[in-house]
């Protein structure tokens, strides 16, 4: 014996109208029975006058009455059952019916009559005949023409059924929501801040980046642009520079940001007295922040960066943890409010460098190695070699220090390789857990206290307190 099947699902139908609900097809060999619940009696087949009464897997309400309210199912020898709750609506002329529960039309700009029957009108949310080109009414369809937020709400057909020779009025509604939901929002540039100065080094590379919020999901309209003294960089003719694009969306609203890198592959004198303008503007307006450039001091060690950053590289489209933290909160704590130097392989290293040349020069030129370790970068091949080198680098030839940060459970470290099993051993890994992320922008966290005691000293006086 099959195990008795329960199916639910709930109708408002309006007062007066035609009504039919249809139980599901088990099996067509299978004789289906109506019953009405609160009554307990079986709806039987069309006679002649016959208001309520079943034909096969349909049950007909020709036209509905408030009395008809109540609890409908269909059962397939009482093994399994389709129940349905029926809650019939005064009619009130001039008014449309709406139900919280009703189907989503498609977003698309289409909303279908759930009927074949030939549809008389269409009725907009204030119950109002459509008006407009915008409005096109084929067969079961209506369609909108570039949907706006203001076309969503409820849409209203109503068409006639006749059932020999009686003719019934029938009414279905939908909810109309647009996929194109965009808005734009005042352009705000999140970095960097205006007036900033940004130290570089003559013959240099240097990377300036600047983000904005522009809106609500993609914007048809909108842009982040540098300038330089005032020139678009696009109309210069310098190939030293270079601007790149991408675009991300963030939290269940998808505001939607853009960055655009301006990568210089060579800093000159007259760089350092040029002002660097990033614009950012919509369909509402535009702003823009200005920084400039100033000559960094040349260390006595001759190291330009006080350290290389290994990290696991991210090929996907979407943003990760990992990848927020070496390019947002690492920077934010360690160059902005420590006043360290970093080299992060995606923001220093430039297209067109040979990247095995260049990621070992970054490195021979940086006082300190911090190695990211995940579970991604312990099992990728693409990263073994920057490892390789970086390890070789502080274990036998320079003899720079190496800053472990386990940003998520390893587990036994007898899976590492020999020289990160030695260090470890050695001094540790200083481990990212749940209560540094309280406050992960606070150079005075617990973790950040540590990073920065394995880092080389720096004059700025935010982080002069802690010893190393």
Same mark, same amino acid.
């Given at each position: ?75 397939? %020898? ?46 907009? +949310? ?60 005042? +352009? ?74 301006? %990568? ?21 307006? %535009? ?152 406050? +992960? ?28």
């Amino acid at each position: 014996r099959e195990d008795v099947l329960l199916c639910f699902y709930s109708i408002d139908p309006m007062e007066g109208e035609a009504l039919v609900i249809k139980c599901p097809k088990w099996s067509s060999s299978v004789k289906v029975t109506w019953y009405r619940l609160d009554t307990n009696k079986i709806i039987p087949a069309e006679e002649e006058g016959s208001r309520v009464f079943s034909i096969e897997r349909f049950l007909w309400f020709l036209p509905t009455s408030r009395e008809d309210s109540g609890n409908y199912t269909c059962s397939n %020898n009482r093994t399994k059952s389709y129940n349905v709750s029926v809650q019939v609506h005064s009619y009130k002329p001039g008014e449309c019916f709406q139900s919280d529960s009703l189907p989503n039309a498609t977003g698309r700009g289409k909303i279908v009559c759930p009927t074949l029957i030939t549809i008389e009108c269409y009725y907009c +949310p204030d119950c109002k005949p459509l008006q407009g080109q915008r409005f096109f009414k084929k067969e079961k369809y209506i369609y909108i023409e570039n949907p706006r937020r203001e076309d969503d709400g409820y849409y209203t057909c109503q068409f006639i059924y006749t059932h020999k020779g009686n003719v019934f009025n029938v009414s279905a509604t939908r909810i109309f929501i647009s996929e194109v939901k965009y808005s734009p929002l005042p +352009p705000q540039i999140i970095f960097p801040k205006n007036k900033e100065v940004i130290e570089a080094e003559l013959g240099a590379a240097l990377s300036l980046k600047c983000q904005a919020r522009l809106g609500i999901k993609k914007q048809p309209l909108a842009a982040v642009r540098w300038d330089v003294d005032n020139i678009p960089v696009k109309s210069l003719a310098c190939s030293r520079f270079r601007e790149e694009t991408h675009f991300s969306f963030e939290g269940h609203e998808h505001v939607y940001y853009e960055e655009t890198t301006l %990568n210089i592959t060579e800093i000159k004198k007259e760089d350092l007295q040029s002002n660097f303008t990033c614009i950012a503007l919509n369909t509402m307006y %535009n702003t823009r922040v200005t920084v400039t450039l100033q000559l960094r001091a040349q260390a006595k060690d001759g190291k330009i960066y006080d350290a290389y950053v290994i990290y696991p590289k991210n090929h996907a489209n979407e943003a990760n943890f990992v990848e927020y933290f070496v390019y947002q909160i690492m920077p934010e704590i360690l160059e902005n409010k420590c006043g360290y130097k970093l080299c992060i392989y995606g923001r220093d290293i430039y297209p067109g460098e040979d990247a095995a040349s260049a990621v070992e020069k970054r490195m021979q030129k940086s006082r300190r190695l911090i190695i990211l370790l995940t579970q991604q970068l312990i099992h990728s091949k693409e990263d073994a070699y920057d490892q390789h080198i970086a390890l070789h680098d502080a274990l036998i030839q320079n003899g720079t220090k190496v800053i472990l940060l386990e940003m998520e459970t390893i587990g036994t470290y007898g899976n590492l390789q020999e020289s990160l099993q030695f260090i470890i051993k050695q001094q540790g890994t200083i481990k990212w857990k749940e209560e540094h992320t309280v406050h +992960p922008q606070s150079p005075n966290s617990r973790f950040w206290k540590q990073v920065r005691c394995q880092m080389p000293l720096t004059h700025r006086s935010s982080c002069s307190a802690n010893t190393r």
